[in-house]
């Protein structure tokens, strides 16, 4: 494996990681504002797409995250760990900030 394949993958991890914990705290901010402020933001046809958004994003980000499990030999329990950071708000930025403190 030659540095630059690890850097491409962890590029891909990096920013897949950022755009699926974007995706995913806005979604859950606008699903906050549903449940306490105005439940008919759940009518808005934005509402529905953000969730699917993410829903897209998280299988393009479980990718990643096993392509760079493979180039940095990881075990299954800790690439588990790494893809399930993408489905609890704020966690796909720590996530990311600790294995970047690892490499």
Do not use: C, Q
Not at 76 to 102: D, H, N, Q
């Amino acid at each position: 494996m030659t540095k630059a394949v690890s850097r491409n993958s962890w590029l891909f991890y990096k920013y897949m990681a950022f755009t699926v914990g974007v995706a995913l705290l806005t979604a859950t901010i606008a699903f906050i504002v549903k449940k306490t402020i105005n439940p008919e933001i759940a009518d808005a046809s934005w509402y529905v797409h953000l969730w699917m958004a993410h829903g897209y994003l998280y299988m393009i980000y479980l990718v990643a995250t096993f392509n760079l499990s493979l180039k940095r030999n990881w075990n299954l329990f800790k690439m588990l760990l790494v893809m399930l950071a993408g489905t609890v708000p704020l966690m796909s930025f720590i996530a990311e900030a600790r294995l970047a403190k690892e490499s």
